[in-house]
């Protein structure tokens, strides 16, 4: 994966079939969503590597203004989902529209899960966050204003003339998951991006994104190996089955924001979490 800022690259690479713009699809009963209008439509996704079939078919609606938790047994296609969706690997068949567009019609982040190969360690943080925008053309001083508006809205609290070796593990992904946001994407990709932190980082970096979340509306898709976190930090926790993967359960999870440590401990999040763990155990026990 290069080094490129994502939350201003777009791809057409992810389409089988390009031509389906403006398409109404057929009327296929969405997976998930309760009703919303979906603000991803994935349809009859296709997916291999070599004779393995990670995709064969796949649907799934994606509501508009959600974090999304997407959990599942290892190598069941967590990750390949959300690069299909974000078009960094091209699918084999299917199709992947944002409210009716395409995805190089759209503004998309993408925060990986290797801060430290994302960020330019030769920019202070304050030019990482801002740099999308210089790919964007904004002028300088549009940029300087988007980006210090940004930082007061998150209200984030670490010092940006830091260059990125002089900042911690949680702050540098702080700046990525930044980086992403402003260009105000309609939808921001997060894969595993807490995974290189240590405990304390990573509860530090749940808060900081679930205040993102809240503040920035934006709509969220989040690879988790940790089914607390998982639950914690989502609107609605996807379940996956092995691969071929199919939607095992698409879980509401309705506890109220801000969550915090009191949640752990919240009856309705305790179930829900007993919930995943009984459905991904059963998935991981038909393999
Ligand atoms: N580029 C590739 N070439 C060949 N096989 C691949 C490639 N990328 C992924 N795979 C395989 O496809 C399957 C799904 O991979 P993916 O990384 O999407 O799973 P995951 O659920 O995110 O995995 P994990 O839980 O280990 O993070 C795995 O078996 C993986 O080995």
Redesign the pocket.
């Known amino acids: 994966m290069d080094a490129t800022p994502d939350a201003v690259r777009s791809s057409p690479t992810g389409y089988a079939s390009p031509d389906h713009h403006g398409e109404e699809f057929p009327s296929t009963p969405p997976v998930g969503g309760a009703g919303k209008r979906p603000h991803v439509t994935i349809r009859g996704l296709s997916k291999r590597?070599?004779r393995?079939v990670?995709y064969d078919d796949f649907d799934l609606d994606i509501p508009r203004g959600e974090l999304i938790s997407v959990f599942?047994p290892?190598?069941?296609?967590?990750?390949?989902?959300i690069n299909m969706i974000a078009g960094l690997i091209p699918v084999d068949a299917g199709r992947i529209l944002f409210d009716g567009m395409l995805l190089s019609e759209i503004k998309f982040g993408y925060v990986f899960q290797n801060y430290r190969e994302a960020l330019f360690p030769w920019m202070r943080a304050f030019d990482n966050i801002a740099y999308p925008l210089k790919l964007m053309k904004v002028p300088a001083a549009e940029r300087k204003a988007r980006t210090e508006a940004l930082v007061e809205r998150l209200g984030v609290k670490i010092d940006l003339n830091l260059h990125p070796y002089h900042m911690s593990g949680g702050q540098q992904q702080l700046v990525s998951i930044m980086r992403a946001l402003v260009v105000e994407p309609e939808i921001l990709f997060l894969d595993e991006p807490f995974s290189a932190l240590d405990y304390e980082m990573t509860l530090f970096m749940r808060e900081q994104l679930q205040k993102l979340f809240i503040e920035s509306g934006t709509t969220m898709v989040l690879?988790s190996?940790d089914l607390e976190e998982a639950v914690y930090l989502a609107d609605r926790v996807l379940l996956l089955s092995r691969?071929p993967a199919r939607v095992a359960d698409f879980v509401p999870v309705s506890v109220a924001r801000p969550r915090g440590d009191e949640t752990l401990s919240d009856p309705e999040f305790v179930r829900l979490k007993a919930h995943c763990l009984e459905v991904f155990q059963r998935e991981v026990r038909r393999g």
């Open positions: 590597f070599g393995t990670i599942g290892n190598g069941c296609g967590k990750s390949t989902l690879v190996h691969h």
